[in-house]
């Protein structure tokens, strides 16, 4: 290569670096100029903010000691309160009294807010799975899958908090419209994900089912969903995990559960009694979480680093791995 030759390499190289660096710099100055003039626009005051922090404390502060008074029928009626109410708790013969009572109590409320994420799950995954499966252009040609793709779509541009809204005729806010309202979510993002699944199958068992003169159904079963079943089953897990937290979100506006336990502490100035449901809240998104982590690991072991609990735990003490000096962090 020519001496010019490579001058004229290294002035390209120059410019483009240039070029690089003069867009980067245009990049953040749009995105501060962006984030001055949107807190502008909503009114953000930062000194509002800082004149209201003690305020704030003051208001947390009256959240502790949590108050678990409610946690079942037995303390309720015994007048138990605090965290000694929890072991009160732990006995069957109240558990069951508990259940079977109308009484609104922690452990009803979290037993709602469970059965609301699982059963929105359990009636939106077949929708789901036809929805998905259809709006694979390996199933359905272009553009015809763009039906179901953009059903799909439109119903997930809209939250489930106003699905349950759209319900009304149905009737008011209530444990049914909110089942309705996330199965209606749930056929909106876990039909995308299926699609999104099946899009990426290896064509090779597809062809060698087609080969043996089977029908489009069996090909579609046998060739297709055979290799994505696992993929399936796991994200229909991670849809319930955010179902739970959205049962708890749509129990706010009236569907019931922890939601509606500590919107009523909140008007009722209980705060002891909304902290003692927001401490719930946790164990609930928590112990569902760390269920459908363990399982997933098991369907796919290859995207997942299976731990114990007391791994988890010793992986938050670990100070290497938070500074990121440790191998595995």
């Given at each position: 290569?020519?001496?010019?030759?490579?001058?004229?390499?290294?002035?390209?190289?120059?410019?483009?670096?240039?070029?690089?660096?003069?867009?980067?710099?245009?990049?953040?100055?749009?995105?501060?100029?962006?984030?001055?003039?949107?807190?502008?626009?909503?009114?953000?005051?930062?000194?509002?903010?800082?004149?209201?922090?003690?305020?704030?404390?003051?208001?947390?502060?009256?959240?502790?000691?949590?108050?678990?008074?409610?946690?079942?029928?037995?303390?309720?009626?015994?007048?138990?309160?605090?965290?000694?109410?929890?072991?009160?708790?732990?006995?069957?013969?109240?558990?069951?009294?508990?259940?079977?009572?109308?009484?609104?109590?922690?452990?009803?409320?979290?037993?709602?807010?469970?059965?609301?994420?699982?059963?929105?799950?359990?009636?939106?995954?077949?929708?789901?799975?036809?929805?998905?499966?259809?709006?694979?252009?390996?199933?359905?040609?272009?553009?015809?899958?763009?039906?179901?793709?953009?059903?799909?779509?439109?119903?997930?541009?809209?939250?489930?908090?106003?699905?349950?809204?759209?319900?009304?005729?149905?009737?008011?806010?209530?444990?049914?419209?909110a089942v309705l309202a996330i199965a209606t979510d749930t056929i909106g993002n876990l039909g995308r994900l299926f699609t999104d699944e099946l899009e990426e199958v290896d064509e090779g068992p597809i062809e060698a089912i087609r080969s043996t003169g089977a029908s489009r159904t069996q090909t579609v079963g046998f060739g297709?969903?055979?290799?994505?079943?696992?993929?399936?089953?796991?994200?229909?897990?991670?849809?319930?995990?955010?179902?739970?937290?959205?049962?708890?979100?749509?129990?706010?506006?009236?569907?019931?559960?922890?939601?509606?336990?500590?919107?009523?502490?909140?008007?009722?100035?209980?705060?002891?009694?909304?902290?003692?449901?927001?401490?719930?809240?946790?164990?609930?998104?928590?112990?569902?979480?760390?269920?459908?982590?363990?399982?997933?690991?098991?369907?796919?072991?290859?995207?997942?680093?299976?731990?114990?609990?007391?791994?988890?735990?010793?992986?938050?003490?670990?100070?290497?791995?938070?500074?990121?000096?440790?191998?595995?962090?």
């Amino acid at each position: 290569m020519s001496d010019d030759a490579v001058s004229a390499q290294l002035n390209n190289l120059r410019r483009t670096r240039v070029i690089r660096q003069v867009a980067a710099v245009l990049l953040i100055l749009g995105i501060v100029a962006t984030t001055v003039f949107g807190l502008g626009f909503i009114g953000f005051d930062l000194g509002e903010i800082r004149a209201g922090i003690p305020g704030f404390v003051d208001f947390i502060g009256a959240f502790f000691p949590p108050n678990f008074g409610a946690m079942t029928v037995y303390t309720k009626n015994q007048g138990i309160t605090g965290l000694q109410a929890i072991p009160a708790s732990l006995v069957p013969s109240r558990l069951a009294e508990t259940l079977a009572s109308p009484r609104l109590t922690l452990v009803k409320a979290s037993i709602v807010t469970l059965l609301l994420g699982f059963l929105g799950t359990v009636l939106g995954f077949l929708p789901a799975l036809v929805f998905g499966v259809l709006g694979s252009e390996q199933v359905t040609p272009f553009p015809f899958n763009f039906i179901f793709r953009g059903t799909m779509s439109a119903i997930r541009a809209i939250p489930a908090i106003v699905w349950i809204f759209l319900f009304i005729p149905f009737g008011p806010p209530s444990q049914a419209t909110a089942v309705l309202a996330i199965a209606t979510d749930t056929i909106g993002n876990l039909g995308r994900l299926f699609t999104d699944e099946l899009e990426e199958v290896d064509e090779g068992p597809i062809e060698a089912i087609r080969s043996t003169g089977a029908s489009r159904t069996q090909t579609v079963g046998f060739g297709m969903l055979s290799q994505v079943s696992r993929s399936f089953i796991a994200w229909t897990l991670y849809i319930l995990e955010i179902n739970t937290r959205i049962a708890i979100s749509l129990g706010v506006v009236g569907a019931g559960g922890l939601g509606l336990y500590i919107r009523n502490q909140q008007d009722l100035l209980q705060f002891q009694n909304t902290a003692a449901g927001i401490v719930m809240v946790f164990i609930v998104v928590l112990s569902i979480e760390l269920l459908s982590s363990r399982i997933r690991a098991r369907l796919r072991p290859s995207e997942h680093e299976s731990k114990g609990f007391v791994e988890g735990l010793k992986d938050l003490l670990n100070a290497d791995k938070w500074v990121g000096r440790s191998k595995d962090a």
